[in-house]
């Protein structure tokens, strides 16, 4: 025969009271279920983390340490949570633990020890900082300081070549190539007040191109007139070894074979014509031997 139970309303009613309606997990770890009556019961610790109210700090299933002390350096896959500062511990160079992600400026001054930097920001500070590897603007001063001449501070080649077609050297002279070999010209300073090129001749390659001299005093280019078949330069400019050109630019009385009749290193020089009668315009430039 079977048995049949049937429940009034007094044991439906204790029934729905005792049913489970929710949960959460508490500030201990504790999964506490929430009955229908608004009582709640505490299943105990599930997140794998316990206290010990002590000097000692145990490891438990997960290896976590939660406590009010500083346990020190701790293993390997283990975390210490600070009861007294719910926003710690610190990671360290020694401890893992909660970080703060240090912002772009703090990134670019490059003093904080303590918090951590994002790819963003590091990009930002490099952005801000350094030329970039794809390119950028560089709006202060590039310096490098290297010990030997000989080394090379900044070279440039075209993808695919083996040699610099350009190279930056610390003593500041250029070297040039064409970038199938090595480099045959250079531009550098030769001495005081001196800047030269080895390995090559000066070209100006522009049709309706050249060089321009200024002139003035002591300068080493001008122009003069002659009186009477003769005209004294004053300039500094000219030396013992000083090669003088001498050009008419305007024939006046009777034009002569122009000629350096005479030289004072570091003062002046003479022009003088073959005609006694000359005044003519005569153009001069002075140049040195190397």
């Known amino acids: 025969m079977a048995t049949v139970t049937v429940l009034d309303a007094t044991r439906t009613l204790q029934i729905e009271a005792a049913s489970i309606v929710g949960g959460y997990i508490n500030s201990e770890g504790h999964l506490v279920l929430q009955k229908h009556d608004e009582t ?3 299943l105990g610790p ?19 340490y939660i406590g009010s002390a500083d346990p020190g350096a701790v293993p390997d896959g ?10 710690g511990p610190s990671a360290t160079t020694s401890q893992k ?26 990009n930002a500070a490099v952005s801000a900082t350094y030329l970039k590897l794809e390119g950028g603007n560089v709006t202060g001063t590039i310096e490098g300081a290297i010990a030997s001449a000989g080394t090379p501070f900044l070279g440039t080649l075209l993808s695919g070549e083996v040699f610099d077609r350009a190279r930056l ?22 001495g005081a007040n001196r800047f030269g090129i080895q390995g090559g ?17 002591n300068a080493r280019m001008g122009t003069a007139t002659l009186v009477a078949g003769t005209a004294t330069v004053n300039t ?11 050009t008419a630019q305007n024939a006046g009385g009777t034009p002569g ?13 003479t022009i003088a014509s073959t005609s006694n009668t000359d005044t003519s315009l005569v153009a001069w430039e002075i140049k040195e031997p190397a």
């Open 78 to 87: 283990t975390v210490w949570f600070d009861t007294n500062d719910v926003g």
């Open 201 to 217: 001749d000066f070209v100006v390659d522009t049709v309706g191109r050249g060089i321009r001299i200024a002139e003035g005093t």
């Open 97 to 122: 633990g909660l970080v703060e992600l240090a912002t772009d400026a703090e990134t670019a001054a490059g003093t904080d020890n303590t918090r951590a930097v994002t790819p963003a920001g590091l």
């Open 40 to 42: 709640e019961v505490d």
């Open 257 to 269: 074979a122009l000629y350096v009749s005479a030289r004072t290193p570091g003062t002046s020089f």
């Open 46 to 64: 599930v997140s794998s983390m316990r206290y010990y109210d002590g000097e000692e700090y145990q490891p438990v299933e997960t290896y976590s």
């Open 169 to 190: 050297y610390p003593d500041g002279s250029l070297e040039f190539g064409p970038g199938n070999a090595a480099r045959d010209i250079k531009l550098l300073r030769l």
């Open 236 to 246: 500094a400019a000219v030396t013992s070894n000083s090669r003088i050109f001498l």
